[in-house]
T-cell receptor, first 116, second 114 residues
């Protein structure tokens, strides 16, 4: 089956620093990947849709300059949280569409970000 | 606001019992999907039911869909401790054949005790 790898699993950083999270499709090409944010015991909130070779589409209320998304290849999308603040602490999850099984998503294992 | 509202928010049962969780949504959909999330992990796809289907089975899972009531239910039969997780419904109102912008429900946290 399709495997999506997300790295790192957890990261602790100081306020004001930037953090990059990687999402890789290991055995398939993903033209579209999605980034979500999840607070404890809550649902997933879609942040942005990442399209290979083009700019990401951000959901309303998500600051594109704060959450930089790059989808430079068919197997890699990155989310960079710039100038992180404690309120950015959250669980971030990526997912990818798998051609041939377009209607369902394959998820990375998530990244727990803690900003001190 | 969430497209999908699930109830109950939390459910605690004993191993061997059945677990039923419900999902309601607001807009027309192409399909509805159920995902499972273990604590601190990503989501795993369980089952997909299309808008023209009423019931679907996969192993110990049974999903129903009532488009007139805009609701779905997930039944896990003969539950096991390993079924302990959060379960999310997700609706797809986009173009058929793509997973564009799945909208996730609020989730049900299932606890199965020995």
């Amino acid at each position: 089956g399709a495997v999506v790898s997300q790295h790192p699993s957890w990261v602790i950083c100081k306020s004001g620093t930037s953090v990059k999270i990687e999402c890789r499709s290991l055995d398939f090409q993903a033209t579209t990947m999605f980034w979500y944010r999840q607070f404890p015991k809550q649902s997933l909130m879609l942040m942005a849709t990442s399209n290979e070779g083009s700019k990401a589409t951000y959901e309303q209320g998500v600051e594109k300059d704060k959450f930089l998304i790059n989808h430079a290849s068919l197997t890699l999308s990155t989310l960079t949280v710039t100038s992180a603040h404690p309120e950015d602490s959250s669980f971030y999850i990526c997912s990818a569409e798998y051609m041939g099984q377009n209607e369902k998503l394959f998820f990375g294992s998530g990244t727990q970000l803690s900003v001190l | 606001s969430q497209q999908g509202e699930e109830d109950p928010q939390a459910l605690s049962i004993q191993e061997g019992e059945n677990a039923t969780m419900n999902c309601s949504y607001k807009t027309s959909i192409n399909n509805l999907q159920w995902y499972r999330q273990n604590s601190g992990r990503g989501l795993v796809h369980l089952i997909l039911i299309r808008s023209n289907e009423r019931e679907k089975h996969s192993g110990r899972l049974r999903v129903t869909l009532d488009t007139s009531k805009k609701s779905s239910s997930l039944l896990i039969t003969a539950s096991r401790a390993a079924d302990t997780a959060s379960y999310f419904c997700a609706t797809d109102a986009g173009f058929t054949g793509t997973a564009s912008k799945l909208t996730f429900g609020t989730g049900t946290r299932l606890q199965v005790t020995l």
